[in-house]
């Protein structure tokens, strides 16, 4: 232990020279922080890991080590106020994790690896229901190259009669989305249905669906429109379930994007924007390193006519076919448009489904129903198979 303190003192130390650790004020310093919780989310590509802290900032720095290989995690003037879950360490690439005080004022997280990775942590401030955090990001170096492999082997072998539906359910992870009275979550019910839908495409000879994320982890909005388009898909069709401040709103809608780009003037629909494009301030994104200049360019450009034009067929094929269940209501009968930010891939028809409202008592108690699921995969598969039958006749 001696010869690794020692070791882990002399890194700490360049480390600080080289101006690596997070500045922090001297109120801070004075006040400490205190570590709250500790939670680890899996990813196909990387493990987050959040530190749930009570102060808006805390000075902290990463350190490998080898044999074994581990990635040392340490933060000053800060205490533990929690105790780690071990079963949060299942299938993720980290072997064991432990969380000691080197001294006061100094706590450390030694993190035992699996696989080699390539780290990245950065604040994230309070939002939403979320209080403020310290993530850190591990990507895994072969799920990338694997990923790549597979990306390039699916565009070699895609035939041009092969239709590819990519469902994305929406939120996930660290952002719950809307919580209903029972505190159902969004993200478990649009999974769910997703899934569901997935299924049922698959079994279609020449469909072939994809989801954006395949459990519970956190997909930033930018990353959706590029897996979606990874894809090279037909259509594009993101789940979720609404929101409002007065239970009695009810019904399912759906939405494509505004050829302006700006929401509609009704304020239900502003604040429903407002409330889907700030995910990635609740999930956790670095803005600074996540956002490419490309993708950036991509989700402000507007100049997508046709497409638009065709997610306002799909969106009311969609509506006809949910209008169908017997236990269904729509909120809107026709399409509404608006500035949603997963919908601004330029070259997919793209579609958000409001399933139901999640505020709602009894539309809350419908989407926990699997049969009432099930019911609701069967609907928008019949609306994605009679949009494709009418436009692929154009």
Not at 73 to 93: I, K, P, S
Not at 350 to 378: G, I, W
Request: glycine residues 6%; aromatic residues 4%; charged residues 25%.
């Amino acid at each position: 232990m001696v010869n690794v303190d020692r070791r882990l003192l002399l890194q700490t130390l360049a480390l600080s020279a080289s101006g690596l650790w997070l500045p922090f004020s001297p109120a801070q310093a004075a006040a400490g922080c205190r570590v709250t919780d500790v939670r680890l989310w899996n990813a196909p590509d990387h493990t987050r890991i959040v530190l749930e802290l009570d102060r808006p900032s805390v000075a902290h720095n990463l350190t490998r080590l080898s044999d074994p290989e581990r990635l040392v995690l340490e933060l000053r003037d800060a205490e533990w106020d929690t105790l780690l879950n071990r079963d949060l360490l299942t299938d993720t690439v980290v072997r064991d994790m432990r969380l000691t005080t080197v001294r006061p004022g100094v706590i450390r997280a030694v993190m035992e690896l699996k696989n080699d990775v390539r780290p990245r942590s950065f604040m994230m401030k309070a939002t939403g229901n979320k209080g403020d955090r310290l993530i850190v990001d591990l990507f895994r170096r072969e799920a990338t190259e694997a990923q790549q492999e597979e990306r390039n082997s699916r565009t070699r072998s895609r035939r041009n009669s092969e239709v590819t539906v990519v469902i994305d359910p929406g939120h996930g992870g660290e952002d719950p989305g809307a919580i209903g009275p029972q505190g159902t979550l969004e993200k478990d019910i649009v999974f769910s249905v997703a899934r569901k839908l997935a299924n049922r495409i698959n079994s279609m000879p020449g469909y072939q669906a994809h989801l954006t994320r395949k459990g519970d982890y956190f997909v930033s909005l930018h990353q959706r429109v590029a897996i979606a388009r990874r894809h090279h898909p037909d259509l594009f069709m993101s789940l979720h379930a609404d929101a409002f401040h007065i239970q009695s709103a009810r019904g399912a809608s759906v939405y494509c994007l505004s050829e302006r780009g700006k929401p509609s003037p009704d304020r239900a629909i502003r604040n429903l924007v407002s409330r889907e494009n700030s995910s990635d301030l609740i999930g956790g994104i670095n803005l600074d390193q996540d956002v490419a200049p490309d993708v950036a360019e991509l989700l402000m450009d507007l100049s997508q006519r046709h497409s638009i034009n065709r997610s306002l067929v799909l969106g009311q094929k969609l509506l006809g076919s949910l209008g169908n269940i017997p236990t269904m209501r729509l909120h809107y009968r026709h399409v509404k448009q608006a500035s949603f930010a997963v919908l601004k891939a330029p070259d997919v028809p793209s579609v958000l489904v409001e399933l139901a409202f999640m505020t709602n008592p009894s539309e809350e108690t419908l989407l926990r129903k699997p049969s009432h699921q099930e019911s609701l995969a069967d609907a928008l598969c019949d609306g994605t198979r009679g949009y494709i039958h009418l436009t692929r006749r154009v």
